[in-house]
């Protein structure tokens, strides 16, 4: 805004600098949003020290519409289709796809693994931390930090990795980093660019030069999608994709148990090994 004078701007003008945002910068809602608010707090922080008067009539930002509900939706993928990219990846990355398919993990959340966090013998995985941007962080949210079930199919898998990586120690990372000797886990970034989809694309369900985001995050929509669509408990659903409020997952309340978490996990995968016809 340059040298404008703060009082002189107006709710408008500041809509459209925002669907300017949008358009030039390609900006979500969600970020514009964030902008909105930024701006309101500095007015408000200019009339707390008196350098504009401090009625709400003087804060601009109180009358500017701004959509704060995000329009992405992500690309959905069926199991047979997730089956397909799987089969086309080595390890450690196809166990990434597995654990990401079948659990709904998020990306940092996987990558966020240590060895002690997998309890071979309970049957679950202890989502404690997540990785992102280079740091280790808390889970998204207090839900987030929940034990997953660990279905016997999905064990079997976890355990050919942890068998065949030089990295097997209980603190060592689950997916630890090659290049740097297992101090750190590998990159969501590069595990999305170098393998997860040049096999998508080798699958078909990408095309060359796509540009539709697709990432690991998209075996967790997938998931959701599957299991809403198999009729599974909306409690259920939450549970598994630990959602802080099941409106989250569907906007139904029921009461859920971990035998029936443990059962749609087997049913995706069970839908992922199954043999596939439409996707060669």
Same mark, same amino acid.
């Given at each position: 805004?340059?040298?404008?004078?703060?009082?002189?701007?107006?709710?408008?003008?500041?809509?459209?600098?925002?669907?300017?945002?949008?358009?030039? *910068?390609?900006?979500?809602?969600?970020?514009?949003?964030?902008?909105?608010?930024?701006?309101?707090? $500095?007015?408000?922080?200019?009339?707390?020290?008196?350098?504009?008067?401090?009625?709400? *009539?003087?804060?601009?930002?109180?009358?500017?519409? /701004?959509?704060?509900?995000?329009?992405?939706?992500?690309?959905?993928?069926?199991?047979?289709?997730?089956?397909?990219?799987?089969?086309?990846?080595?390890?450690?990355?196809?166990?990434?796809?597995?654990?990401? +398919?079948? /659990?709904?993990?998020?990306?940092?959340? /996987?990558?966020?693994?240590?060895?002690?966090?997998?309890?071979? &013998?309970?049957?679950?995985?202890?989502?404690?931390?997540?990785?992102?941007?280079?740091? &280790?962080?808390?889970?998204?949210?207090?839900?987030?930090?929940?034990?997953?079930?660990? @279905?016997?199919?999905?064990?079997?898998?976890?355990? =050919?990795?942890?068998?065949?990586?030089?990295?097997?120690?209980?603190?060592?990372?689950?997916?630890?980093?090659?290049?740097?000797?297992?101090?750190?886990?590998?990159?969501?970034?590069?595990?999305?660019?170098?393998?997860?989809?040049? +096999? =998508?694309?080798?699958?078909?369900?990408?095309?060359?030069?796509?540009?539709? $985001?697709?990432?690991?995050?998209?075996?967790? @929509?997938?998931? =959701?999608?599957?299991?809403?669509?198999?009729?599974?408990?909306?409690?259920? &659903?939450?549970?598994?994709?630990?959602?802080?409020? &099941?409106?989250?997952?569907?906007?139904?309340?029921? @009461?859920?148990?971990?035998?029936?978490?443990?059962?749609?996990?087997?049913?995706?995968?069970?839908?992922?090994? =199954?043999?596939?016809?439409? $996707?060669?």
């Amino acid at each position: 805004w340059g040298r404008r004078i703060a009082l002189g701007i107006e709710p408008l003008e500041i809509e459209a600098w925002l669907k300017s945002l949008k358009r030039d *910068e390609h900006f979500a809602n969600a970020t514009m949003d964030r902008q909105r608010r930024i701006m309101s707090l $500095v007015f408000k922080s200019a009339q707390r020290y008196g350098l504009i008067p401090r009625g709400q *009539e003087h804060n601009p930002l109180r009358f500017v519409r /701004c959509k704060t509900s995000s329009s992405y939706e992500a690309m959905t993928i069926s199991p047979q289709q997730a089956f397909a990219i799987w089969s086309r990846l080595q390890q450690p990355e196809s166990t990434i796809v597995l654990l990401a +398919a079948s /659990c709904g993990l998020r990306a940092s959340e /996987c990558l966020g693994l240590r060895w002690e966090d997998i309890d071979y &013998v309970s049957g679950v995985i202890h989502v404690r931390r997540s990785w992102t941007g280079g740091k &280790v962080g808390l889970p998204k949210t207090k839900s987030s930090n929940a034990a997953v079930p660990m @279905h016997p199919v999905l064990a079997q898998y976890l355990k =050919a990795w942890h068998n065949e990586t030089p990295y097997a120690g209980n603190e060592d990372w689950v997916f630890a980093s090659f290049t740097l000797k297992g101090k750190q886990p590998r990159g969501a970034n590069m595990i999305v660019e170098d393998y997860l989809r040049p +096999a =998508a694309i080798d699958a078909g369900v990408l095309k060359e030069g796509d540009k539709t $985001v697709f990432g690991l995050g998209n075996l967790r @929509h997938s998931l =959701a999608s599957f299991l809403v669509g198999q009729g599974t408990d909306p409690k259920t &659903v939450q549970t598994l994709l630990r959602h802080a409020d &099941v409106a989250t997952t569907l906007g139904i309340y029921a @009461h859920s148990h971990s035998e029936s978490r443990m059962t749609a996990q087997g049913d995706m995968l069970t839908a992922f090994f =199954a043999p596939s016809t439409s $996707v060669q």
